[in-house]
Structure formats: C-alpha cells, structure tokens
C-alpha cells in the first residue's frame, strides 16, 4: 500500500510539473496584432494613407519611436514610385511597426499572418470594445467557463471513485485533479488579478516630489 501511495504521489509530481509549465508557457499563438487585418496593421494602413504617424505611435515604446518614424518616412518616399513599390515599401513598414510591437510585448515575431486568422474570443473582445458594451462578451465567457469547470469537476468525481483500485487508475485521478484544480486556479488568479494602473504626468510628478 506504501508502495502503490508513492506511486501515484511520484506521478502527481509529475503531472503537476507539467501543468505548471504550460500555465506559465507564453501564450504567443492567441495574438492577433500580427495579422493583416489586426489592429496594429489598421493603424499602420491609415497612417499611410493619412500621412499622420501619432497614431501608430501608441504601439510601440518610446525608445523604438525614432526607428518607427524613420521605416515611415522610407515608405512614404518609397510607395508613390509604382504600385508595386507602394505594395512592398506598405508591407515593409507593416513587419517594421509588427516586430518592434511584439518585441515590446516579450513576443517573438514570426511574420506577418493573413487576414481572418483571429482567435474567436479575441475577434469577439474587439467586437465588445467596438459596440461599447461587455454583456454579449461576458455571457459567453461565463458559459464556457461554466462548461469546462463542469466536464473536468465531472471527470474527477468519477475517476475518484476508482482510484484505489489500480496504479492505473489513481493516475488517472491524479490527472483529472490536477487538470481540475489548475483550470479553476488559472480563473481565479485572473478574476483577482489587478489591473495595472497607469499614472498620469501629474501622479508622476507628485511620486517624484516625495521620494
């Protein structure tokens, strides 16, 4: 029995090793500001046809702002050659303003993707912000959650009921539980997660007086 107990504690471990490694594995394929049709390439588009950068600016760092200003003064000079130079000189500022963007965010940058590939829930938070209002948004998170806390609470009342009876099958406890307890961690750290809060110049100023 001592045996059979370490076993499944050893695999345990093991499990949760694994899933605290994916929780804290960046999350690099669920954006969408490297997409032809993402935010970041729609500021870009207008500030071209515009010929105004403040705009795109707020997508970058400050320190990446001069490199950003010099990649839109080329395409500008660039693009009124031809069609085809106006075609590659766009998208040469597009991967430019792309790359310091995620290189902001710690992402890597892999190229630029084609319009429409957008995570659902990510198309859906734009949509949200668009029309001003988070009760469509919030009601189907509130579903899904609702759903996936069911299926894995569902999975380990059942798995619990065999668990003593094979190695086998207390790993397969482990494993539902382990699944169980990270997906409801996951939810809850981000439901109390802080929003960062953004000093104004005059909160700064006054931080700066009494230091």
Not at 65 to 94: C, H, Q, W
Request: hydrophobic share 40%; with cysteine.
């Amino acid at each position: 029995m001592k045996k059979k107990a370490t076993v499944i504690k050893f695999a345990g471990i093991s499990l949760l090793t694994i899933v605290f490694a994916w929780t804290l594995a960046p999350q690099t394929g669920r954006a969408h500001c490297d997409t032809l049709d993402g935010p970041v390439v729609t500021a870009a588009r207008a500030a071209l046809d515009n010929d105004n950068l403040t705009p795109v600016l707020k997508w970058v760092r400050k320190p990446d702002e001069d490199a950003i200003k010099k990649a839109f003064e080329n395409t500008l000079g660039v693009r009124k050659l031809s069609p085809l130079a106006k075609e590659l000189a766009d998208m040469y500022f597009f991967e430019t303003l792309v790359r310091l963007h995620r290189a902001a965010e710690g992402a890597p940058f892999t190229g630029l993707k084609p319009a429409g590939e957008v995570e659902p829930v990510v198309a859906a938070s734009d949509k949200a912000i668009a029309k001003g209002s988070l009760d469509d948004l919030s009601n189907e998170i509130s579903a899904l959650v609702r759903n996936g806390m069911r299926q894995r609470f569902e999975q380990v009342i059942e798995a619990k009921k065999h668990t003593d009876q094979s190695v086998e099958a207390g790993r397969e406890y482990v494993e539902a539980y382990v699944e169980f307890v990270h997906y409801v961690e996951r939810l809850h750290n981000d439901a109390v997660g802080a929003v960062a809060h953004r000093m104004d110049s005059d909160e700064k100023k006054t931080l700066v007086e009494h230091e």
